[in-house]
C-alpha cells in the first residue's frame, strides 16, 4: 500500500497524485477544523463520525464485509496518526485498496464523505492552484518556528523534527570543544545543518523562504545552508514570541515583493517560447491546445474563470450552449484547463490581473 505522505512534495504534488487515482472503492473524507488548537476534542470526534459514515456507505453500496472490515482497520490506524497539535483549517483522509494519505489543508474546505471510484479532490486542488505557496522561519535563542503561508494566511506547524532554539545548541555538551572559541562556530553549524535538513523534508525544493529573527542567527544561516536560492527576503528582529496575526502583519510588504519577483520569473520562464511563438492564447485556443495534451506552461491571470461548452468530443469550447449539436457544460473552463494540464504532466500558475493583458488572460506554451 502506497502512502504518499511519506514523499515529500508540496501539497499540489501529492493533490495531483490523487487525482490521478482511479480505484473502487475510493474514500474521501474532509472535515473543516474551526477551532485550530494543539488539542481539538471537537475534531477528534468529527474524525470518528466521518470515518463511521464512510463504513457505513460501504455497507449500503454492498461491499464485501471483508473490504468493509479492511477499510476500517485502515482508517482506525490512519486516525491514529493525524497530527492533532498542527493549526490547520481542513483535513482529508483519502483511502483506497493501494493508497492511504492524510493531507492538512491551510484554508476553510467543505466538509463531505464520499465512497466513489475516484478521489474528491478537484476543488481542494483548484484552490492550492490559485494560491501563492511559501515557507517562513523565524530563528531565536529560543526557539525555531516553521509557518506555512498561504496567500497572505499563516499556519505555524509545530513539528517534533524542528530544531529546538540555538541555546540548546550552544550550552549542549554535545557542542561543547577542547577550545572554548570554537564551541559557537561548531554548535551553530550543526544547527543550521539540522534546520537544511528539515528544510528538505518538509519544505518544497521550489518554495519560497522568508528568514526571520535574531540578526547572528540570520547571518549564520544565510552564510551556511546547502540552499540559499530558497531565501526570497529576509527581516531581522525578534519575533520568536510574535502571534500568527502580528506576524502577517510584518512580511505583508515583503511578500508582496516575493510574489511580483516570482511572477516575473515565470514570465521570463516562457519567454522564449513566446518569441518562438511555441504557444497559444485565447481560452478557445488554450482549451483546445490543452485537450489535445499539447500543453507544458499554462499561465493564467488569477481572477479569470469563464462558464463553456464542449463540442466535438470535447476538443472545441464555445460560450453559449449549442442547439445543433452534443455539447458538455463547463461551470469554469479555467478549472478544467487546469486539471488537463496537471494530469498531463504539465505546470499551472496563476498571475496577478492585468499581467497576461496582451494574452486574453490564459496562454499556454506547448510541447515540442
Not at 2 to 11: E, V, W
Not at 176 to 186: A, H, W, Y
Request: proline letters at 3%.
Amino acid at each position: 500500500m502506497r502512502n504518499l505522505a511519506n514523499k515529500p512534495t508540496r501539497l499540489q504534488e501529492t493533490l495531483v497524485e490523487l487525482l490521478r487515482i482511479k480505484e473502487h472503492p475510493c474514500i474521501s473524507i474532509i472535515v473543516r477544523n474551526d477551532n485550530p488548537s494543539t488539542y481539538n476534542e471537537k475534531l477528534r470526534i468529527s474524525v470518528k463520525t466521518e470515518i463511521k459514515k464512510a463504513l457505513d456507505l460501504l455497507e449500503e453500496n454492498k461491499y464485501d464485509k471483508n473490504i468493509t472490515a479492511e477499510f476500517e482497520n485502515i482508517l482506525t490506524d490512519l486516525e491514529e496518526e493525524i497530527q492533532y497539535e498542527n493549526y490547520f483549517n481542513g483535513l482529508g483522509i483519502f483511502v483506497s485498496q493501494k493508497v492511504r494519505e492524510i493531507v492538512y489543508f491551510p484554508f476553510d474546505v467543505t466538509p463531505k464523505t464520499i465512497v466513489d471510484d475516484s478521489f474528491e479532490i478537484r476543488d481542494l486542488l483548484m484552490t492550492v492552484n490559485r494560491t501563492f505557496q511559501y515557507d517562513v522561519i523565524i530563528l531565536s535563542k529560543k526557539r525555531t518556528r516553521f509557518l506555512n503561508g498561504f496567500g497572505f494566511d499563516l499556519r505555524e506547524i509545530n513539528h517534533p523534527d524542528i530544531p529546538g532554539g540555538a541555546t540548546d545548541y550552544l550550552e549542549s555538551k554535545k557542542y561543547k570543544t577542547f577550545d572554548p572559541g570554537k564551541t559557537e562556530s561548531v554548535a551553530m553549524l550543526q544547527y543550521v545543518k539540522d534546520l537544511d535538513h528539515f528544510l528538505r523534508i518538509y519544505s518544497g525544493l521550489s518554495s519560497s523562504l522568508i528568514l526571520m529573527g535574531d540578526i547572528k542567527l540570520v547571518s549564520y544561516f544565510r552564510n551556511n545552508t546547502k540552499n540559499p536560492g530558497k531565501i526570497k527576503a529576509v527581516i531581522e528582529g525578534s519575533y520568536d514570541d510574535l502571534k500568527i496575526s502580528e506576524i502577517q502583519k510584518v512580511i505583508k510588504s515583503k511578500l508582496q515583493e516575493i510574489i511580483s519577483r516570482w511572477e516575473d520569473e515565470i514570465l521570463n520562464r516562457v519567454k522564449k517560447d513566446i518569441d518562438a511563438l511555441n504557444y497559444v492564447s485565447g481560452i478557445q485556443e488554450v482549451w483546445t491546445a490543452a485537450a489535445m495534451k499539447e500543453g507544458r506552461i499554462l499561465l493564467t491571470e488569477r481572477e479569470f474563470k469563464v462558464e463553456g461548452w464542449s463540442t466535438n468530443n470535447n476538443l472545441f469550447i464555445r460560450f453559449d450552449k449549442p442547439e445543433d449539436e452534443e455539447s458538455n457544460y463547463h461551470q469554469d473552463v479555467v478549472d478544467d484547463i487546469v486539471e488537463m494540464v496537471l494530469l498531463q504532466g504539465g505546470e499551472s500558475y496563476f498571475l496577478s490581473p492585468g499581467k497576461l493583458k496582451n494574452f486574453d488572460k490564459i496562454l499556454l506554451t506547448l510541447r515540442t
